[in-house]
């Protein structure tokens, strides 16, 4: 278990949790790797908007430098645009200096690997082991690593994204699209795309500004009230916004009603799916029912998965998926890239409203509706694993209860719907999620599984 990297690489408070002393130690532990892979890595690094990345971002860096890595800073840039470029120009790896939906305190450094997805977990367990035994080294002065900037990284990932899609056909409609950037790194990507898909945007938070004045960074629906309300108000077609590192999407239909992430991943897996029959689709096991409804009246089969985009990008990988995603947003497409990536969602899903020439609330109302709650429940760590154990012992010969599947967790198949508890890996807490078919029994399986969990960490 890696004590450092989480689900979505490391994070923290800066100079609380996060300081430069462990960026500079990384940057060396994650360079004396690549070392033993490559005799001089070029890594590309890069960073969101918030206040800390120049601090990071030179510090890891410099790490990186002293170890015989040559950097190509690409600036502020999304996410997935860095993965991209990664991809695109045979580097050896990538950083990203980001803290994705966190609040601004905070930020985080994330790993790319050279194919542009996000680093393993037995990467980051490598790099973990050599930052925590002092096992990394710096090279002697003449072999240290050159630092050159390169202002390409933008143009090259819009053109990517421009590739995959019908530009022509989106063109025509002369879309009105309200978009909220969340004065996030999407803000440099997401205005560009649009209009160079004949789009009229009316911006909203769209200057970077790592503070995040204008709306919370994470893309909930209480986040989003301007948008909710600028849309119908604007009679714009959809309106859609970005997380702070832009690697996940949610849109906002034209009468101003949000659409989940389950909603959209449903409705362009649908889609994707439709045309390339009897095909794979990846996702995690926290994802609704409504995905594998949709898919499988395409003859297709959905693969789940552990939560975390780096575990479904891989089994993509392996099973050849057309395509892939989390519940959060966070989209794959495979003919651009394996990785979530807000921008190409958009681009998608202008695509699929160009052809079938109807608005999305009409789309998304085909799509079947599931009731999901989530809650958090505090458990000691040492706890967790016997917790889950005695659910199952429990919960095997009740009759409600038709499968039970060990995937990530434990998630019990009912009658009626399922019920999932998830152990965090980075917090003393399970998650549990419950969904049916409607929010009375939802509401009853919640409080009935929540009474059965809080009487299992008592007793275990």
């Not at 033993?36 to 070029?42: E, L, Q």
Request: glycine share 8%; proline share 4%.
């Amino acid at each position: 278990m890696t004590r450092l990297f989480g689900t979505n690489g490391i994070r923290g408070v800066v100079n609380k949790d996060l300081a430069g002393e462990l960026a500079l130690r990384i940057g060396g532990s994650w360079g004396t790797y690549l070392r033993t892979i490559v005799k001089r890595p070029k890594v590309a690094i890069g960073n969101d908007a918030r206040l800390s990345n120049t601090m990071l971002r030179s510090a890891v860096a410099s790490g990186l430098l002293g170890a015989g890595c040559d950097i190509i800073d690409v600036g502020l840039v999304p996410t997935p645009a860095l993965q991209y470029i990664v991809k695109m120009k045979h580097y050896d790896s990538g950083v990203i200096i980001t803290a994705s939906h966190n609040p601004p305190q905070f930020n985080g450094i994330k790993g790319v690997a050279a194919d542009g997805t996000e680093f393993s977990k037995e990467t980051e367990e490598a790099i973990e082991a050599r930052y925590f035994s002092g096992d990394y080294t710096y090279v002697p002065w003449a072999e240290v690593g050159t630092y050159t900037t390169w202002d390409g990284a933008i143009d090259l990932y819009i053109q990517g994204i421009l590739s995959t899609v019908d530009v022509a056909l989106i063109k025509k409609q002369r879309f009105h699209v309200v978009l909220d950037c969340g004065n996030g790194a999407g803000s440099l990507v997401a205005p560009l795309l649009l209009k160079q898909l004949g789009c009229t945007v009316t911006p909203l938070f769209c200057t970077p500004d790592g503070t995040f004045p204008g709306r919370n960074s994470e893309p909930t629906r209480e986040n989003l009230a301007t948008l909710l309300m600028t849309v119908p108000k604007r009679n714009a077609l959809l309106g859609f916004a970005q997380d702070g590192d832009a690697d996940r999407a949610i849109f906002v239909d034209e009468h101003g009603d949000y659409i989940s992430g389950d909603q959209s991943l449903s409705l362009i897996g649908k889609y994707i799916t439709r045309e390339k029959t009897e095909s794979i689709v990846v996702t995690p096991v926290t994802t609704s029912t409504c995905l594998e409804d949709v898919i499988k009246a395409n003859k297709g089969r959905v693969i789940y998965t552990k939560v975390g985009s780096p575990i479904v990008a891989r089994v993509m990988m392996a099973q050849h998926a057309v395509f892939g995603g989390e519940e959060n947003g966070g989209l794959i497409f495979p003919e651009l890239q394996y990785c979530r990536d807000s921008a190409m969602t958009c681009a998608k899903l202008l695509e699929i409203l160009a052809r079938e020439q109807r608005p999305l609330s009409e789309l998304v109302a085909e799509i079947p509706h599931y009731e999901m709650y989530k809650m958090k429940m505090r458990c000691p760590n040492e706890k967790k694993e016997q917790v889950m154990n005695e659910l199952i012992e429990e919960m095997k010969d009740t009759k409600d209860v038709l499968r039970i599947d060990r995937t990530d967790g434990v998630k019990l198949f009912l009658k009626k719907g399922w019920v999932l508890l998830r152990p965090s890996g980075t917090e003393p807490i399970f998650r549990i999620y419950v969904e049916t078919k409607n929010q009375q029994d939802t509401q009853r399986l919640a409080a009935t599984y929540k009474d059965i969990v809080e009487r299992l960490i008592a007793r275990v």
